[in-house]
């Protein structure tokens, strides 16, 4: 069975970092992209960033500049460095594993881990 186990939230001040991290096991890793999305109280659940099975990346605009996604194929992980985090980044984050084959995409979730950023 596929398995997406985040680690790395937590209670964090404006202004500071935290590095989320998501183990994948039952897929080919290698062969999958994977994001990152957050999803706040009361709001709809949004990408933030993306990495392809060829390391292209995309970011929400919210986040441009502060946020890396990064991938790991020997280690089946992927990893989101959050800089200069503020407090509307925070949310429950989610790891993604999605698989586009023929005419339709495959996803896979992880069970989220919250993110607070406050003082």
């Known amino acids: 069975q596929v398995q997406l186990v985040e680690s790395g939230g937590g209670l964090v001040q404006p202004g500071g970092s935290l590095r989320l991290s998501c183990a994948a096991s039952?897929?080919?890793?290698?062969?999958?992209?994977m994001g990152w999305y957050r999803q706040a109280p009361g709001k709809q659940r949004e990408l933030v960033a993306g990495?392809?099975?060829?390391?292209?990346?995309n970011y929400a605009d919210s986040v441009k500049g502060r946020f890396t996604i990064s991938r790991d194929n020997a280690k089946n992980t992927v990893h989101l460095q959050m800089n200069s985090l503020k407090p509307e980044d925070t949310a429950v984050y989610y790891c993604?594993?999605?698989?586009?084959?023929?005419?339709?995409?495959?996803?896979?979730w992880g069970q989220g881990t919250q993110v607070t950023v406050s003082s």
């Open positions: 993604n594993a999605y698989l586009m084959l023929a005419g339709s995409r495959n996803d896979y």
């Open positions: 039952g897929i080919i890793f290698s062969i999958y992209g």
């Open positions: 990495i392809t099975s060829r390391g292209t990346t």
